[in-house]
């Protein structure tokens, strides 16, 4: 379903189920992450749902935290990812993926040229040449789809705090991933959606996942 208004980037705590109608095919992500193809076969018929949780730190209120618990069905085991949103990088092992190490932050909201209303960031992905640089640059500000036509782009309002920005690197398998969190308005409906470009050797993968929200979550 679609998200309520009073959900945003500020509010995302609640239970979210990923629209693999929507989505952008995740094959290309989890290939050149790495993953077998056995896993992504199971994956690509599982049901993905991911509750989130989001907090201000309880010894510095300025420090907001996202925590996000993923559930698979087929028994697939979900993985667990805890951000904190101070752009500081921290090491996870994921039992998937392995050794990272991630930021994140909010990031603000600025009108463009054209008149549309994007992220202000400083993208991190090196994707091996000028040309794809910038094809990275102008998917995840939303002005751009994966076949590089253009997009209606994000949902948002000029101000700070209206994306969450992801960077991961993973060392040892040599990729790297980075996220803009933001809302968009997909098959006429307000939904949170994730623009994801993954970066290695030279190659590029991208994908914007569409999520529908099914129910606030009672805060522990």
């Not at 050797?201 to 606030?216: H, P, Q, S």
């Amino acid at each position: 379903m679609a998200a309520p208004t009073d959900v945003t980037i500020q509010n995302l705590s609640g239970k979210w189920e990923m629209d693999s109608t929507l989505s952008n095919p995740t094959d290309p992500l989890l290939s050149l992450q790495g993953m077998g193809w056995v896993m992504r076969k199971a994956l690509s018929y599982a049901t993905v749902t991911i509750y989130v949780k989001q907090y201000a730190d309880t010894e510095d209120p300025k420090l907001i935290h996202v925590d996000a618990q993923q559930v698979i069905t087929g028994g697939i085991q979900g993985t667990k990812e805890e951000r904190k949103l101070d752009w500081e990088e921290r090491e996870h092992v994921d039992h998937i993926f392995g050794k990272l190490k991630g930021r994140s932050r909010h990031i603000a909201a600025a009108k463009g040229a054209d008149g549309a209303v994007r992220p202000v960031i400083e993208i991190q992905s090196k994707a091996g040449s000028a040309e794809d640089d910038a094809k990275v640059q102008k998917f995840l500000t939303g002005e751009t789809l994966i076949d590089g036509s253009k997009s209606e782009g994000f949902l948002a309002e000029e101000g700070e705090g209206a994306f969450l920005h992801s960077w991961v690197v993973n060392t040892e398998n040599g990729w790297t991933a980075e996220q803009v969190w933001g809302f968009e308005t997909v098959d006429g409906e307000r939904r949170h959606t994730r623009r994801v470009v993954i970066c290695k050797d030279g190659k590029i993968a991208t994908g914007r996942l569409v999520y529908a929200f099914k129910e606030r979550t009672t805060e522990e």
